[in-house]
């Protein structure tokens, strides 16, 4: 029993996203900055944070916080 709920668990935290991605997130796969383990990894400790995933891929290293910000105000608000 306990197997299978940690299992399942494991599941949810890889699930799918509840939202989309955010312009710069996507940009920042587009551009190979990122890698998609990269957001799947910022999407899952998103389930213990506040912090967007973009501050999140900041936070571990991973992204300059001037590059997330270049490519969200590069781009149209309703992307």
Do not use: Y
Not at 36 to 64: F, Y
């Amino acid at each position: 029993q306990t197997e299978l709920e940690g299992m399942l668990m494991g599941q949810k935290l890889f699930g799918a996203p509840n939202r989309p991605l955010s312009v710069s997130v996507r940009r920042l796969l587009e551009f190979g900055l990122v890698t998609l383990d990269m957001v799947k990894i910022a999407l899952i400790d998103q389930h213990t944070s506040e912090d967007s995933i973009d501050e999140l891929l900041v936070k571990r290293g991973w992204v300059d916080k001037a590059i997330v910000r270049a490519l969200a105000s590069d781009c149209p608000a309703n992307n």
